[in-house]
Every structure is written in structure tokens, then in C-alpha cells.
């Protein structure tokens, strides 16, 4: 039987009550005052409606979350979640306004707060660790809004750093310049100072390779891409997938926004196959992340 045969991807109260395991895993919590005890279900109001009995208001477990106020039916919301999830190189809005039957405004809207949904939270721990390397490397995408065109190297090019641990996760960042006062506290962030920098030639990883455990760097200007354990392939690897989606697939991206299409690419990467997460698993995992991060049109 097919994934998409599923109740909760047709049937509104079947949506709901999938959502509600998922979100509430001990049951219904008021998302305004926070209460567990004395909540009940509301009969005879809409589907999903409950009320807490020590704030007296009513709420579903939509409240709160990325789709709160939304008038998109939740079962297109999890067909929604699941192609996006599933997709390797994303899916466009223009496609997905075409297979839920919506328009591309609405297709358009729902994509951003998904992608809003599939970003990490700030307190998430540092890549790597004692015996594992990560590797760090840029892109470089289309013209930078705002700088004129023309000028040699990247001035004009928007730029991408990303950290890689091999076996592990990816964190990408949209970054305005490759300067050590821009890069260097991404990277001490985000990465163990007992772990194997793995990196370029490129300038900006010199002094900062001392830091870490180990430093390695291949030299791409002398045909150099690896030498024993060091190479920054992983990084490359991720480029690539990167950049057939966003030129194959979504084509074009605004300067504001390219933020969350990285957390999309990165969520997919840091829930693959070989971490153990299939495509079903990946779209409840984008799913649970919805709390917390409503997105409003003046935001997106």
C-alpha cells in the first residue's frame, strides 16, 4: 500500500488526530497557559477543539504552531510536509500548487513555513568531538542583491558556508563576506575544539585550524583533493545536491529567504537513509517541529 493511502493524508479528523500524537506525545497541553489537568474535548464545536479548564479557553493543536490560522485543510498539510520531506532536491511551489490543488500564493506560503518548521534551534550541540573530523568549506550562489556586477572574485556572489561532520550532520549558513570576523565565530560555535578540521587552502582557516585538535588542508589551486584523511568530499558532496535543487528546482530565491531553503537541505541531509530515517519518519520529524514558529505574511 501506497504511503500517501494513509487516513491522516485524506481524512481532516484523522490529520488531527495524527498531529495530536505527535505533538501532544501525554496527552492535550493548552498552548496559552501551558495546563495538562482538567482539559476536555469540546463537543459539538469544530474538529480538534478543547478547553482548559484553569485559563477557560478553547484551543487546538494548531495554536502555537507554524499552522495556526492557516485555512488549508491539515490533511494537505501533511501531503505537503511528506513531498517536501521525500524529495531529494525539494519540490517547487508551482508543482505543489498543481498536486494539492491550491494556488501557487498558498503553495508558496505553506513551503516557507515548513522550511520554518525544519530549521534548528540555537541550542543544538557542536558538530564533531575527540576522533571525528569536520570538514567546513563555502559556495557560491547568484548575484548578491545590492552589489554592483562585475567585480573579480566572490564580492557579488551570495555565499554559503558549510560545516560538515563526516557521518554526521550538516549546518549551512547564509553569510554576507568570507572575513575571519565573519566566519571564525560561526565555526568555533558550531564545531568541537577536540575534533579534525578538515578545510581548503583558504586563508580564513589558517590561524583558526590552530585552535582545533587537528588541521588539515587540501590545496584545490595545486589539483590536490585528497591527501590520506584529508579532503573536504563530504562538504562537496552536499554542494552539489545543494545547487541541483536550487537551480534544477526552485531556480530562483530571494536574498531574505535563502536561510530557510538551507535548513531545508540541511534537515533532508541530517535525516537521510544512512542515519537511519526514511521518508515517512523524515516528514513526522519536520512535522514535530512546528511548535513554536509561527510565520506570518509580513515575516516571509
Not at 39 to 68: D, S, Y
Not at 160 to 172: I, P, Q
Amino acid at each position: 500500500m501506497s504511503i500517501l493511502s494513509e487516513k491522516h493524508f485524506h481524512n481532516e479528523a484523522a490529520a488531527i488526530a495524527r498531529l495530536e500524537s505527535l505533538i501532544w506525545e501525554n496527552g492535550p497541553v493548552c498552548p496559552r497557559c501551558k495546563g495538562e489537568d482538567r482539559i476536555t474535548r469540546v463537543n459539538g464545536g469544530r474538529a480538534g477543539l478543547w478547553r482548559c479548564g484553569p485559563c477557560k479557553r478553547q484551543f487546538t493543536v494548531k495554536v502555537g504552531t507554524v499552522f495556526e490560522s492557516s485555512h488549508v485543510p491539515l490533511h494537505k498539510w501533511f501531503q505537503a510536509a511528506h513531498l517536501m520531506a521525500s524529495s531529494k532536491k525539494g519540490i517547487s511551489a508551482h508543482q505543489l500548487h498543481r498536486t494539492l490543488k491550491v494556488t501557487y500564493k498558498t503553495a508558496w506560503f505553506m513551503e516557507h513555513r515548513l522550511r520554518e518548521a525544519m530549521r534548528a534551534g540555537s541550542l543544538v550541540p557542536p558538530l564533531g568531538g575527540e576522533g571525528k573530523a569536520v570538514e567546513a568549506d563555502e559556495t557560491f550562489l547568484s548575484h548578491m542583491e545590492g552589489r554592483p556586477k562585475g567585480r573579480t572574485g566572490t564580492y557579488d556572489r551570495r555565499k554559503v558556508l558549510t560545516l560538515v561532520e563526516r557521518g554526521g550532520e550538516a549546518r549551512s549558513f547564509h553569510i554576507q563576506d568570507l572575513r575571519n570576523d565573519i566566519i571564525w565565530p560561526i565555526v568555533r560555535k558550531n564545531i568541537a575544539r577536540e575534533s579534525a578540521l578538515m578545510t581548503d587552502e583558504a586563508r580564513h582557516y589558517h590561524k583558526l585550524g590552530k585552535t582545533f585538535a587537528r588541521h588539515e588542508a587540501v590545496e584545490h589551486n595545486e589539483k590536490e583533493y585528497v591527501r590520506g584523511d584529508a579532503h573536504i568530499n563530504t562538504a562537496e558532496s552536499f554542494f552539489a545536491l545543494f545547487k541541483r535543487g536550487m537551480r534544477g528546482v526552485y531556480q530562483h530565491c530571494s536574498e531574505k529567504h535563502l536561510h530557510r531553503y538551507l535548513a531545508e537541505f540541511d534537515f533532508r541531509y541530517n535525516n537521510r537513509v544512512a542515519l537511519g530515517v526514511g521518508d515517512e519518519a523524515r516528514a513526522e520529524r519536520a512535522l514535530g517541529g512546528i511548535v513554536g514558529k509561527r510565520l506570518m505574511y509580513r515575516d516571509s
